[in-house]
């Protein structure tokens, strides 16, 4: 098999590359030459005591190790591919905790508790609120007379306000949870100053505030989610701390990653005239998928392998750690026509942007994809004639296809 042509040392998880760029021609040319392919790191540089991983770049792949959680393990390293070289392994084996990090059969026994959350008619529930919400947000965007920043100003506000009404947090409260948030995941940045332990503090409070909102329904049960995740004793419940993990997963996978699937879907139609155009005349039920898959705000997530195995022609170890890389399968031409070109109307749509199947397929997607299809019609009625004013500043992340600012005006 030929060597694919990369540099030297090249990296997928490297957050000085994710702050520059998705490397969509990297992820090509693996998928065409080796699409299961090692990628060496020195020992402990993701805080993993271990020489690398093994990049999962194909469509077919990552959906085979998505739906094989016995053989790839999210619980045994976690889900999160590269933390802080600095990272003690008792601050990542605590992070078991999270759904997002649990195998079944205790994985099968949280999610089958906590989707109560996210029944087709809770959803439902929100809608008028959160197209409200949208309405108004926008508006008040409308109301900036020069160039905004249109994550700030428009993206952040509706993912956050979606989860704090999805589980009754106070209107008062929410900006805390907000702040809380963006800490836990902005530790690789440095224009944020924020540092591991500064994360670590944030997530701890969150999780205090969500395990008293837990203890406070135990105690005076409402007819509200939390209580039916707590209280209902009947059909088993959720620990207050267990709670407290949900609210933090939520945090982050709710609200940090449909942020920035409106940022780039905004960035998208602006430098996509004719699908903006198409978009605001037709409106089309598509759009949020395909903003999904051009986005793709987790690139990746890892596993990890309880046993000898192959895939891709590979021989996997048992203990080796597997990158699968959403960002490639959703540009992989052997299941998408033309997947370099944004299209609004493209059906199907068989993304891997919330997931690639399996235990862990995304509990929210209705629930973002409400978001998205909200936010863009109301920007699509207030202010049709947005336009850019600058570049997207992205984050810097090893594994968050983030972007931390998009300054945009309205004629």
């Known amino acids: 098999m030929p060597c694919p042509a990369l540099p030297d040392g090249f990296d997928f998880t490297d957050p000085d590359l994710l702050r520059d760029r998705v490397p969509l021609p990297e992820f090509a040319e693996l998928r065409r030459v080796e699409p299961v392919h090692w990628v060496a790191q020195p020992s402990n540089l993701a805080g993993f005591q271990d020489e690398g991983y093994w990049a999962v770049t194909r469509h077919a792949d990552v959906k085979y190790v998505s739906t094989h959680p ?3 393990s999210s619980t045994v390293n976690t889900a999160i591919i590269r933390f802080n070289e600095h990272i003690e392994r008792d ?5 078991r905790l999270i759904l997002l990090n649990m195998d079944p059969p205790e994985h099968t026994r949280v999610r089958q508790i906590v989707q109560r959350v996210f029944t087709p008619r809770a959803i439902r529930a929100l809608e008028d609120t959160l197209r409200a919400r ?3 947000i926008v508006e008040t965007a409308r109301a900036h007379s ?18 704090a009404e999805l589980i009754g947090v106070p209107q008062d409260d929410r900006a805390k ?7 836990m995941i902005a530790y690789d940045d440095p224009e944020y100053a924020i540092t591991e332990e500064v994360g670590a503090e944030s997530a701890t409070e969150l999780i205090a505030y969500a395990m008293n909102m837990a203890a406070d329904r135990k105690q005076c049960p409402a007819k509200d989610i939390v209580t039916t995740l707590v209280a209902a004793e009947d059909e088993g419940n959720l620990a207050s701390d267990e709670f ?17 699937a409106i940022t780039h879907g905004m960035h998208a139609l602006l430098t996509h005239p004719e699908q903006w155009e198409l978009y605001k005349r037709e409106r089309p039920a598509t759009a949020a998928e395909e903003i999904v898959r051009w986005a793709t705000p987790v690139v990746s997530f890892q596993r ?22 959403y960002s490639s399968a959703n540009h992989d031409p052997d299941v998408f026509d033309h997947p370099d070109v944004f299209d609004v109307t493209r059906d199907p749509n068989p993304h891997l942007g919330f997931g690639g199947g399996g235990p862990h397929y995304c509990l929210g997607k209705s629930l973002a994809v409400l978001e998205i299809d909200l936010i ?20 810097r992340s090893a594994w968050i296809n983030g972007v931390k600012e998009l300054q945009v005006s309205h004629r």
């Open 376 to 395: 863009f019609n109301a920007i699509a009625d207030a202010m049709p004639d947005l336009r850019l004013t600058g570049d997207p500043r992205r984050l």
């Open 91 to 95: 601050a990542i084996d605590a992070q």
């Open 134 to 136: 949208a309405r108004a």
């Open 146 to 163: 020069g160039s905004f920043d249109f994550v700030t100003q428009v993206a952040c506000e509706l993912p956050l306000q979606a989860i």
């Open 244 to 260: 407290g993990f949900f609210v933090l997963m939520l945090s982050v996978a709710g609200n940090e990653t449909t942020r920035n």
């Open 70 to 72: 016995e053989i790839f």
């Open 177 to 183: 949870i907000f702040d809380w948030s963006n800490k």
């Open 304 to 325: 990890t392998a309880t046993q000898d195995t192959e895939l891709g022609g590979k021989q996997i170890k048992k203990g080796d750690r597997v990158g699968i890389f």
